[in-house]
């Protein structure tokens, strides 16, 4: 198994939807979680880091559930200028980060 | 706005030639990362250093890769000979104790 897996997608949805992203990982001891954005040829930028309560940051909301060990992203309002890889990465306390394969988003006019 | 800054931004070579991609942190980052990109593999970590004392180079093909970092302004990593199967897209990425990591443009390295 994997130590994160996510649906490759690729998620199509017209603009002004709203869309969640699971991400799954195996690791229970992993501490910390982030969520990465990854235009086409260019590189991970990221969005937003994940924390224990959930958290907010505009129209993007994170969430984090260690009993059943996923992440959530959930985009709400999509634009165009959403569509993009979202990458799903956590780590166990090391410096050493996780990713996962990416989740591809095309946002439709 | 501070970044990480890499060069050379593309990189055309023939197979067993050396190649030296460099990188600078951004500035006060105390840990460096070097990963590699393809399609079919996803991110892949090749080494990390903290403090420019390398920590992890486990992900790194020993015997023709190599990663230093002479001092704090300057991350390198070598290839020596370059392979066809080394054609990928290498990031660094710097951090402030490996959390948060920010990524530079990178190298799009293709070996002929």
């Known amino acids: 198994r994997k130590e994160v897996e996510q649906d490759p997608g690729p998620f199509n949805v017209p603009e002004g939807a709203t869309v969640a992203f699971n991400c799954t990982y195996s690791?229970?001891?992993?501490?910390?979680f982030f969520w990465y954005r990854q235009d086409c040829r260019k590189e991970p930028k990221l969005l937003m880091s994940v924390y224990s309560s959930g958290n907010e940051d505009g129209r993007f909301t994170a969430q984090l559930n260690r009993a059943s060990q996923y992440i959530s992203l959930l985009i709400r309002d999509s634009k165009l200028s959403d569509s993009a890889t979202y990458l799903c990465?956590?780590?166990?306390?090391?410096?050493?980060?996780?990713f996962g394969t990416g989740t591809r988003l095309k946002v439709l006019a | 706005d501070a970044r990480v800054t890499q060069t050379p931004r593309d990189k055309v070579t023939e197979m067993g030639q050396e190649v030296t991609m460099r990188c600078q942190p951004i500035l006060g980052h105390n840990t460096v990362f070097w990963y590699r990109q393809t399609m079919m593999q996803g991110l892949e970590l090749l080494a990390y250093?903290?403090?420019?004392?390398?920590?992890?180079d486990s992900g790194m093909p020993k015997d023709r890769f190599s990663a230093e970092m002479p001092d704090a302004t300057l991350a390198t990593l070598k290839i020596q000979p370059s392979e066809p199967r080394d054609s990928a897209v290498y990031f660094c990425?710097?951090?402030?104790?490996?959390?948060?990591?920010?990524f530079g443009p990178g190298t799009r390295l293709t070996v002929t």
């Open positions: 990465v956590l780590s166990s306390g090391t410096y050493k980060y996780i």
């Open positions: 250093f903290r403090n420019r004392a390398p920590l992890d």
């Open positions: 690791n229970s001891a992993s501490q910390s």
């Open positions: 990425a710097s951090g402030v104790g490996g959390y948060e990591q920010y």
